[in-house]
């Protein structure tokens, strides 16, 4: 079932070495395709990256070099008005995606494209990472992309045959998720405290990487400092005003 798929979704990170067929990545990204999109301005391209010295430099640029190396297949997804520019210039027109709401449109169309890759190669037999490290060096690996203006790179993902098992990270209680007719943020001073304890545990007894912490202690230490403040002007320089 693909609930079952869905709710079975592990990252993984070991690759064994076999490459993606050409029609396997061909009927994952043409099933990707097939996601919602806004007004339907499909707003996104990907970058199967096949060159091992461009996936070398990716490897030392997204600081994971393990993935890069060792995948099947790596793509990179962009937000992508380039095209959009073009489809308007063939009508004799101009278009201005420098808005803020231009680039949240980019951004959730790459993700649910993304998102329908991942599922159709997890439905293929095949494993997946999302690599946000991408934005370590976003002008860096435009430049050795030749992403044109207004085409950035918003994450990469690691696909192929798994060479490692890893169990499924217990996800937050539906309950905390669902909200009825109004937003309740008092239900957290409940379900926190026990999703910590089942994250502790979790961590405690994987496989791998053991650690002593929680859900909540990472989420405190991960959020309590700026992350990646480089992005507003290089997304700037790429077109996207964010006016």
Same mark, same amino acid.
């Given at each position: 079932?693909?609930?079952?798929?869905?709710?079975?979704?592990?990252?993984?990170?070991?690759?064994?070495?076999?490459?993606?067929?050409?029609?396997?990545?061909?009927?994952?990204?043409?099933?990707?395709?097939?996601?919602?999109?806004?007004?339907?301005?499909?707003?996104?391209?990907?970058?199967?990256?096949?060159?091992?010295?461009?996936?070398?430099?990716?490897?030392?640029?997204?600081?994971?070099?393990?993935?890069?190396?060792?995948?099947?297949?790596?793509?990179?997804?962009?937000?992508?008005?380039?095209?959009? *520019?073009? %489809? +308007? #210039?063939?009508? $004799?027109?101009? @278009?201005?995606?420098?808005?803020?709401?231009?680039?949240?449109?980019?951004? =959730?169309?790459?993700?649910?494209?993304?998102?329908?890759? *991942?599922? %159709? +190669? #997890?439905?293929? $037999?095949?494993? @997946?990472?999302?690599?946000?490290?991408?934005?370590?060096?976003?002008?860096? =690996?435009?430049?050795?992309?030749?992403?044109?203006?207004?085409?950035?790179?918003?994450?990469?993902?690691?696909?192929?045959?798994?060479?490692?098992?890893?169990?499924?990270?217990?996800?937050?209680?539906?309950?905390?998720?669902?909200?009825?007719?109004?937003?309740?943020?008092?239900?957290?001073?409940?379900?926190?405290?026990?999703?910590?304890?089942?994250?502790?545990?979790?961590?405690?007894?994987?496989?791998?990487?053991?650690?002593?912490?929680?859900?909540?202690?990472?989420?405190?230490?991960?959020?309590?400092?700026?992350?990646?403040?480089?992005?507003?002007?290089?997304?700037?320089?790429?077109?996207?005003?964010?006016?």
């Amino acid at each position: 079932m693909v609930i079952e798929l869905l709710k079975s979704h592990a990252s993984v990170r070991k690759y064994k070495d076999i490459p993606l067929t050409k029609d396997d990545l061909k009927e994952i990204v043409s099933a990707g395709q097939h996601a919602a999109s806004s007004h339907f301005v499909q707003a996104y391209s990907v970058i199967h990256v096949t060159d091992m010295g461009k996936r070398e430099q990716l490897a030392e640029l997204s600081k994971n070099k393990s993935q890069m190396l060792s995948a099947g297949a790596v793509l990179i997804f962009c937000a992508d008005y380039c095209r959009l *520019a073009k %489809a +308007a #210039e063939l009508n $004799g027109k101009e @278009i201005d995606f420098s808005y803020v709401e231009n680039l949240l449109v980019g951004s =959730i169309d790459v993700a649910l494209f993304a998102q329908n890759v *991942a599922i %159709a +190669a #997890e439905s293929k $037999g095949y494993g @997946i990472c999302y690599i946000g490290g991408i934005r370590n060096a976003p002008e860096e =690996i435009s430049e050795l992309l030749n992403l044109p203006n207004g085409v950035a790179p918003m994450f990469a993902m690691s696909i192929g045959v798994p060479d490692e098992a890893n169990e499924v990270k217990p996800r937050l209680p539906v309950e905390a998720i669902i909200h009825e007719n109004n937003y309740n943020a008092e239900k957290y001073n409940d379900i926190l405290p026990s999703y910590d304890q089942t994250m502790h545990d979790y961590y405690l007894n994987r496989g791998s990487n053991q650690k002593d912490t929680a859900w909540s202690e990472q989420m405190a230490d991960f959020l309590s400092a700026p992350k990646r403040t480089y992005m507003k002007e290089f997304l700037e320089k790429k077109g996207f005003s964010l006016k």
